[in-house]
């Protein structure tokens, strides 16, 4: 996110530094799983997240090279009455915030993906869905970031902040100190430890969110798969492979990064996959990996000044922020550069001195 805030700072004329301590986009926007979707978001963000999946649709024209960003329709299911419940719940808030989402009978659902368990009892259907491959977002942004005149420094671990009287000096290890007007925060979910070097104290979990792909197969599906709990993400790519997510929790930490797969995780997630395809039943699963993602308080994100510090801004933490993220990154360039943005930002004063995530006692399941 902290990328496209700067690509569209540096082509809106500003002059424009990005620090990251490992090479671009490696972090989560470089190791999630690329599903580009209405059904998973929260509800909120689903104006946000149409206008994020139209820009990778189009990268090729805003960022130069694509990420290998497909279009193709999404699948919510049920299967059970619990599940059915949900469903038609998670659709209507979904549908009153604008996706185009439609429910389906178990028949038009198995038209829609014939691999489809038929144990199904209703489906939630939309034609904008798809996916990308993560993994190449950084090497396209560098390049645009570059073109765009911007100064893109990897490899550079910031170690502070201090406020001057004409901006910010940032602090680099190895002693380096860059001069700013103004600064982005856009750690992820070092969040919490960058808004700390300002003295601002917002909450940020962490999640360690596991993957798991398989070997290259013959195709068993043709759309992205969810279920209406949110456990289970689902799609294969051109070379076969199926990308399984959900959530399922791993270990690790924001020092440690992700560290550990647990195996029952791994188990529960995959034999949902099964049930969800059957055909996935004789495939092997080839590769697992973890990532962090950031959560605040009321799961919805830092997007905005940091309050108090005038001159310093924020973006993070939001949910399917892969998705949307492009959208979230062009909205703060545009208030920072004095726009008047297209959309509303989440302004992260509301989180001061709150609960972190996980410790409310809100929602079981959130819409
Ligand atoms: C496993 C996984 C699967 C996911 N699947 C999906 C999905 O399918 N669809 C979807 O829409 N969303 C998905 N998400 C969510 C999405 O990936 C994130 O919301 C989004 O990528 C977050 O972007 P970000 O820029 O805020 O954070 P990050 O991409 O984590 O970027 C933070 C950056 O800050 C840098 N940094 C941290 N500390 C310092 C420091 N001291 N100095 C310099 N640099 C620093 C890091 O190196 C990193 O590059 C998934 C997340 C995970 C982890």
Same mark, same amino acid.
């Given at each position: 996110?902290?990328?496209?805030?700067?690509?569209?700072?540096?082509?809106?004329?500003?002059?424009?530094?990005?620090?990251?301590?490992?090479?671009?986009?490696?972090?989560?926007?470089?190791?999630?799983?690329?599903?580009?979707?209405?059904?998973? =978001?929260?509800?909120?963000?689903?104006?946000?997240?149409?206008?994020?999946?139209?820009?990778?649709?189009?990268?090729?024209?805003?960022?130069?090279?694509?990420?290998?960003?497909?279009?193709?329709?999404?699948?919510?299911?049920?299967?059970?009455?619990?599940?059915?419940?949900?469903?038609?719940? $998670?659709?209507?808030?979904?549908?009153?915030?604008?996706?185009?989402?439609?429910?389906?009978?178990?028949? $038009?659902? $198995? +038209?829609?993906?014939?691999?489809?368990?038929?144990?199904?009892?209703?489906?939630?259907?939309?034609?904008?869905?798809?996916?990308?491959?993560?993994?190449?977002?950084?090497?396209?942004?560098?390049?645009?970031?570059?073109?765009?005149?911007?100064?893109?420094?990897?490899?550079?671990?910031?170690?502070?902040?201090?406020?001057?009287?004409?901006?910010?000096?940032?602090?680099?290890?190895?002693?380096?100190?860059?001069?700013?007007?103004?600064?982005?925060?856009?750690?992820?979910?070092?969040?919490?430890?960058?808004?700390?070097?300002?003295?601002?104290?917002?909450?940020?979990?962490?999640?360690?969110?596991?993957?798991?792909?398989?070997? $290259?197969?013959?195709?068993?599906?043709? =759309?992205?798969?969810?279920?209406?709990?949110?456990?289970?993400?689902?799609?294969?790519?051109?070379?076969?492979?199926?990308?399984?997510?959900?959530?399922?929790?791993?270990?690790?930490?924001?020092?440690?990064?992700?560290?550990?797969?647990?195996?029952?995780?791994?188990?529960?997630?995959?034999?949902?996959?099964?049930?969800?395809?059957?055909?996935?039943?004789?495939?092997?699963?080839?590769?697992?990996?973890?990532?962090?993602?950031?959560?605040?308080?009321?799961?919805?994100?830092?997007?905005?000044?940091?309050?108090?510090?005038?001159?310093?801004?924020?973006?993070?933490?939001?949910?399917?922020?892969?998705?949307?993220?492009?959208?979230?990154?062009?909205?703060?360039?545009?208030?920072?550069?004095?726009?008047?943005?297209?959309?509303?930002?989440?302004?992260?004063?509301?989180?001061?001195?709150?609960?972190?995530?996980?410790? +409310?006692?809100?929602?079981?399941?959130?819409?």
């Amino acid at each position: 996110m902290g990328s496209t805030a700067a690509l569209f700072l540096a082509r809106g004329g500003m002059s424009t530094a990005l620090i990251d301590r490992g090479p671009l986009c490696r972090e989560a926007s470089g190791v999630n799983a690329g599903t580009l979707t209405l059904h998973m =978001t929260r509800a909120a963000l689903i104006p946000y997240a149409i206008r994020g999946w139209e820009m990778w649709q189009a990268a090729e024209d805003w960022l130069g090279r694509g990420v290998a960003a497909r279009a193709v329709e999404g699948l919510s299911l049920a299967f059970t009455e619990a599940e059915e419940d949900l469903l038609v719940q $998670r659709a209507r808030v979904r549908q009153a915030e604008g996706a185009p989402i439609e429910l389906v009978d178990p028949v $038009r659902a $198995r +038209e829609i993906e014939p691999g489809l368990n038929p144990a199904v009892r209703r489906a939630a259907w939309c034609r904008i869905d798809g996916f990308a491959s993560a993994y190449l977002t950084g090497r396209a942004y560098r390049h645009a970031l570059v073109d765009a005149g911007a100064d893109v420094r990897e490899g550079a671990t910031v170690k502070g902040i201090d406020r001057t009287g004409r901006g910010f000096t940032v602090r680099m290890e190895g002693g380096e100190t860059l001069a700013a007007r103004r600064v982005v925060l856009a750690g992820g979910v070092w969040l919490e430890r960058m808004l700390g070097w300002l003295g601002v104290h917002i909450p940020v979990k962490c999640l360690v969110n596991q993957l798991v792909v398989t070997e $290259r197969i013959e195709p068993v599906m043709r =759309t992205v798969l969810s279920i209406a709990n949110g456990l289970l993400s689902l799609k294969q790519f051109d070379n076969g492979t199926v990308l399984i997510g959900g959530g399922w929790q791993g270990i690790g930490d924001p020092d440690m990064g992700g560290r550990e797969a647990i195996p029952e995780n791994l188990v529960g997630n995959i034999r949902l996959a099964c049930h969800v395809i059957p055909a996935l039943r004789a495939t092997r699963m080839a590769r697992v990996w973890l990532g962090l993602e950031a959560e605040t308080a009321d799961a919805l994100p830092l997007l905005g000044d940091v309050p108090g510090v005038p001159g310093a801004y924020v973006i993070g933490s939001v949910h399917s922020g892969y998705t949307s993220g492009p959208w979230m990154g062009r909205l703060l360039a545009q208030h920072i550069l004095g726009a008047a943005p297209e959309m509303g930002l989440f302004d992260p004063a509301r989180l001061l001195d709150q609960t972190p995530a996980g410790q +409310e006692t809100g929602e079981a399941i959130p819409l």
